[in-house]
């Protein structure tokens, strides 16, 4: 996919974002069937660690994924941070929403410990998961009055802490999560990416990483650090 097609997708979710917060409530049923088209990406190792080349001397590492359609289908745009922000959009990688799962359940050491927050339970990932399935019209419905998400922020160390390699793949997924800025509203959640190391029919990681926040908002960052978010902005389709 060409950087203009890329673009364009992420221009397309834009607009539709925008017309439901605007005044067109009948788009939030589409955003909802977007939203629920599949149930998970995957990142492989080698991903991973061209990831971790790129961020070596950043002191804020995350991974940005931003939201697009393309072709009727939601598609995840990964960049790092350092590459967002210095509008390297050469290294963006597309993830399919996928439904279809392949079982994986890898075998392997403890986990790199990179990051001083500790991880969630799996108990608690599938706790935010369902509540995302539950409650995915009550958010969608809490967002008319706030900044709607065009990208989900994600610490590097959530990836880096997979401890996964080469092919290995891991898998990230919605869930809804308290939002402590918001703990006096109606609705004191947001939306979040939740990624475990493996997952199947019987089996899944004793723990996941979850410390992702949608943008917009800011908060420690600001539009700078999001290139191309900003280019998605300069042009209105």
Known sequence: MTTENIFEALRTWKNLVDSYTIDNDANGAEILNYLN???????????IEQWRMNLEKEDLKRIHAYMG???????????????????DFSTIIMKDFLRD?????????????????????????????????MFGTAWLQ??????????VSIP???YERMGIEGA??????????????????????????ITVKSLAISHMSETAENYSTPRPPFSVDTLNDYQLLKQINSVLV
């Not at 809490?142 to 990208?151: A, G, M, T, V, Y």
């Open 101 to 133: 799962f392949t079982e994986a359940k890898i075998e392997s050491s403890t986990d790199m410990v990179v990051n001083p927050l500790p991880p969630i339970t799996a108990e608690s990932a599938i706790n935010r998961n369902f509540r995302w399935n």
């Open 37 to 47: 088209q599949g149930t998970h990406f995957s990142v492989s190792g080698k991903e």
């Open 69 to 87: 359609i393309h072709e009727k289908q939601l598609k995840f745009f990964l960049i790092d941070s350092k590459s967002d922000k210095d509008a």
């Open 168 to 193: 290995q793949t891991c898998t990230s997924f919605f869930g809804l999560t308290e939002d402590m800025e918001k703990k006096d509203s109606d609705f004191p959640y947001h939306i979040e990416i």
């Open 142 to 151: 809490s967002q008319k009055e706030e900044d709607f998400f065009q990208l």
């Open 156 to 158: 590097f160390s959530d």
